[in-house]
């Protein structure tokens, strides 16, 4: 039975995890306290494009019926999970936010998906998000804006806003969300929860809606590092379905929690904590790290000279894959077609395109067709390629230093809806502290460091590629420390 003060869906996924191995609620019960969350907070959160009840009852049902049978059974077995509408989920609409995919329904399922259904997890629906990954507000969806949990006349993050915004509100335990140059950290800064965004590489993208294949790359939300690690555990490995999913070994990720950080050494980019960065983040970052400091951890300066390329380089190389691979939407092979008032085929594919895609989506398509010309190509793509050769050396270089990085996620606290929208520029540069790992395919994850008026802030950690460990390791020190006050 639920208490009246901690509802079940403001428990942690691992604590959860513990009470129905105890047998002290069920499946049913943990899916009941989401949906009435739901019921009573999605209106004015807007957290879900499409919200799956009658499945997730079904789902939750065999979930109990497995726990009345025993043996061995996956943590994930019976905890609600919201996915973003950018995953392919067989037989539920897959929308990615865009009026173009308002109606697709998907034959087959992501494998981040089935593995985590594999697992036993209870679908609680798909989450809203920017159209197709690009935004950094969950404003830019047709589903409408979602808003931030802790103060909805403010956005809560993108693209992955909604997934986070739903683990936030308990409106979901957990979710995923993909991550091209910020998406799960970002909105997960905002919202108060935890993201990992894992090395490219370690979780297959089979199904995953390509908005920049060489940048994107799924991960975790969660309200604790140990829920982030336990769905990361699930949905991570190589998959022969997608070719540049990496063939390494998937450690126990919930094992690196318990190690200390003696002597971890941790670097502190002197490059990041300068001008544009809001000086109360900047302090609280800070106050993160000395208390690390203080429990073992060491600080080590460290300079990361080409990230000013770096959000110029990311705009560049993600819009360039975008226009490729948004290609596909011509209105032949799926989603909306303009039928009507047409004479030929270039027609219909103008006019699907016209009407199907959003503003921001057609200005990345425009703007990604540009520098893939001829005449601009060097100027612009193969320029940004070589800066980003220069950003990930930069990487390198630190990591011959330290274990791990320690930023910002964003320069600045979660800002009123519609504040940047008018301001493409403005909204890109929000991104200054997260793509860069994108662009390098690092590992990283955002996790709460303590509010400013009441909103959110965000700690990143970044690790060297395929060492999420570090990062777990390192954040899961962080939490207890932080929980206890010293
Ligand atoms: N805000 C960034 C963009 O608009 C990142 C988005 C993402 O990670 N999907 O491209």
């Known amino acids: 039975m639920e208490s009246q003060t901690t509802q079940l869906c403001d428990q942690s996924a ?50 109990d019926a497995k726990f009345r049978q025993g ?70 969806s047709i589903a409408g804006p979602t808003r931030n949990p802790h103060d909805l006349e403010r956005v809560a993050g993108g693209s992955s806003g909604g997934s986070a915004a739903a683990v936030s509100s308990g409106e979901s335990i957990l979710a995923l969300g993909t991550d091209t140059g910020g998406s799960i950290r970002q909105p997960s800064a905002f919202c108060g929860v935890t993201g990992i965004k894992p090395t490219y590489g370690r ?76 000086s109360r983040i900047k302090e609280k970052v800070f106050e993160a790290v000395a208390l690390l400091e203080k429990n073992g951890a060491s600080v080590v300066p460290i300079n990361l000279p080409h990230s000013p390329y770096a959000i110029g380089a990311y705009y560049l190389i993600a819009t360039a894959e975008a226009s490729s691979n948004l290609a596909r939407f011509d209105g032949v092979k799926y989603g909306f077609r303009n039928a009507g008032d047409i004479t030929d085929c270039m027609e219909m594919y103008l006019k699907t395109r016209t009407k199907g895609f959003g503003m921001e989506v057609k200005r990345r398509i425009m703007l990604g067709t ?18 980003r050769k220069l950003i990930k050396g930069d990487f390198d270089e630190a990591f011959k230093k330290v274990d791990c990085i320690m930023t910002p996620v964003t320069p600045c606290l979660p800002f009123a809806l519609g504040e940047k929208m008018t301001d493409p520029l403005q909204m890109y540069l929000v991104d200054i502290y997260t793509v860069s790992l994108n662009l390098a395919g690092l590992p990283g994850m955002s996790l709460p460091c ?36 010293r």
């Not at 829920?227 to 070994?249: E, F, Q, R, W, Y």
């Not at 540009?370 to 800066?387: E, F, I, T």
């Open 203 to 278: 979780v297959s993208r089979y199904g995953l809606v390509a908005y920049a294949s060489s940048l994107d790359q799924i991960g975790a939300i969660g309200k604790t590092v140990a829920d982030c690690a336990m769905m990361l555990n699930v949905i991570s490995g190589h998959d022969p379905l997608d070719t540049t999913s990496a063939n390494v070994k998937t450690p126990d990720f919930l094992k690196a929690l318990k190690e200390g950080i003696e002597g971890i050494r941790m670097g502190i980019p002197q490059d990041f904590f300068a001008e544009g960065l809001d």
């Open 14 to 63: 691992m604590a959860l995890a513990g009470m129905l191995r105890r047998g002290e609620i069920s499946a049913r019960e943990i899916t009941q306290s989401v949906f009435k969350r739901i019921d009573e907070r999605e209106k004015s959160i807007n957290a879900f494009v499409t919200t799956t009840r009658e499945t997730a009852f079904k789902q939750a049902d065999l979930a």
């Open 450 to 485: 303590g509010k400013i008026n009441d909103l959110p802030v965000g700690l990143q950690i970044v690790g060297k590629p395929f060492d999420e460990e570090m990062i777990l390791r390192v954040g899961a020190a962080y939490e207890r420390l932080a929980a206890a006050g």
């Open 370 to 387: 540009y520098v893939l010309s001829a005449g601009y190509y060097d100027a612009y793509y193969l320029k940004a390629q070589k800066a």
């Open 71 to 140: 043996g061995d059974i996956p943590l994930l077995t019976g905890i609600p999970v919201a996915v973003k509408d950018i995953l392919c989920t067989k037989g539920i609409k897959t929308t990615c936010g865009s009026k173009i995919l308002a109606d697709f329904v998907p034959t087959y399922n992501a494998t981040a998906c089935r593995n985590i259904l594999d697992a036993g997890a209870v679908l609680v629906g798909k989450t809203n998000m920017d159209e197709f990954g690009m935004g950094s507000t969950t404003e830019s």
